[in-house]
């Protein structure tokens, strides 16, 4: 492939990522770089894998609570999951994307850290 054509294709993924995550240019450009290492294939395999991984419905082990952080813009598909395979999930709902709380600036990172300190904290 022409070296303009993939460095147009960057590019393009660069802006969906900061439109779509909220990214600035340092955060998409570190992001991209950590997946430059891998071939699309491998990426797709990984997806693809974690579609097939099976769970018994109803999942419930004794004294273990299951905590969820849900990023809403994921799609219910995702809460209905939980709902599904673990009894009783505790599930904290945020409105942002699919781990946008790890690149989208502390106004995201924030709310998420304490939630997951406050899960820490709680009986099981």
């Not at 590019?11 to 891998?38: G, I, Y």
């Not at 952080?69 to 009894?87: D, P, T, V």
């Not at 790890?102 to 820490?120: C, N, W």
Request: some cysteine.
């Amino acid at each position: 492939m022409k070296k303009w054509v993939i460095e147009k294709k960057k590019q393009k993924t660069k802006e969906k990522l900061k439109n779509l995550f909220l990214m600035d240019d340092d955060v998409a450009d570190k992001f991209m770089a950590c997946f430059s290492r891998f071939s699309p294939e491998s990426i797709k395999n990984e997806y693809y894998t974690d579609l097939l991984t099976h769970l018994e419905n109803d999942i419930n082990v004794e004294h273990t609570k299951v905590h969820f952080i849900y990023a809403n813009k994921m799609g219910e598909k995702y809460l209905k999951r939980y709902k599904k395979y673990f009894h009783d999930p505790y599930i904290r709902e945020f409105g942002m994307q699919h781990e946008q709380w790890l690149f989208g600036g502390d106004e995201y990172a924030q709310p998420v850290l304490k939630a997951i300190d406050e899960f820490m904290k709680m009986p099981v």
